[in-house]
């Protein structure tokens, strides 16, 4: 089934530690984005990429790093340097090619706890 | 200011009623408009999408875009308990090409 793949679903990291959260389309869509989700809040943008080996920073990339180097693949690192990582984290495929796009596919997100 | 901004609710509307909801939008180059609805603990799940201005019909659900106002919004009819949910508008594909902007959600509630 085509689809976007997040793993882990839930994830606990100690203070310190650095995690990195898998995401894997087969949609073959060209954007991918993460996102970060407080309770009750909306979602913000972290990173998105539009293309392979390209990435951009969104309103809160501080303490958060990411690669591209594969079309299929957008992995999420959360670094010791976030200081309130926990949250809810939700990574997102969308086709951009022509004047009028696709919509964002998410995945099913994974839910980070700091101990 | 924010880039897309929605009144947080939350909303309560009578079941069979019209619910409305609204979000406006800072970047006049946006081009691309969307509502999701997301159940609490689960991903977004898409609504509707427009990109012209005017209505955009599907089923119970209507989206309406005024690019001159900077201002996108979505009625619900025949409101149904099941459409309890927040509802999260976003906008995006303006001065840079693939950034979507998600509003902070409005909470909608249905009541019986």
């Known amino acids: 089934d085509g689809g976007i793949t997040q793993s882990p679903k839930y994830l606990f990291r100690k203070e310190g530690q650095n995690v990195t959260l898998s995401c894997e389309q087969n949609l073959n869509h060209d954007a991918m984005y993460w996102y970060r989700q407080d309770p009750g809040q909306g979602l913000r943008l972290i990173y998105y990429s539009q293309i392979v080996n390209d990435f951009q920073k969104g309103d809160i990339a501080e303490g958060y790093s990411v690669s591209r180097e594969k079309k299929e693949s957008f992995p999420l690192t959360v670094t010791s340097a976030q200081k309130n990582p926990t949250a809810f984290y939700l990574c997102?495929?969308?086709?951009?090619?022509?004047?009028?796009?696709?919509?964002?596919?998410f995945g099913e997100g994974s839910r980070l706890t700091v101990l | 200011q924010k880039e897309v901004e929605q009144n947080s609710g939350p909303l309560s509307v009578p079941e069979g009623a019209i619910a409305s909801l609204n979000c406006t939008y800072s970047d006049r180059g946006s081009q691309s408009f969307f509502w999701y609805r997301q159940y609490s603990g689960k991903s977004p799940e898409l609504i509707m999408f427009i990109y012209s201005n005017g209505d955009k019909e599907d089923g119970r659900f209507t989206a309406q875009l005024n690019k001159a106002s900077q201002y996108v919004s979505l009625l619900i009819r025949d409101s149904q308990p099941s459409d309890s949910a927040t509802y999260l508008c976003a906008g995006g594909g303006g001065s840079s090409a693939s950034k979507i902007i998600f509003g902070s959600g409005t909470r909608l509630s249905i009541r019986p």
């Open positions: 997102a495929s969308r086709r951009t090619s022509g004047t009028n796009t696709g919509e964002l596919f």
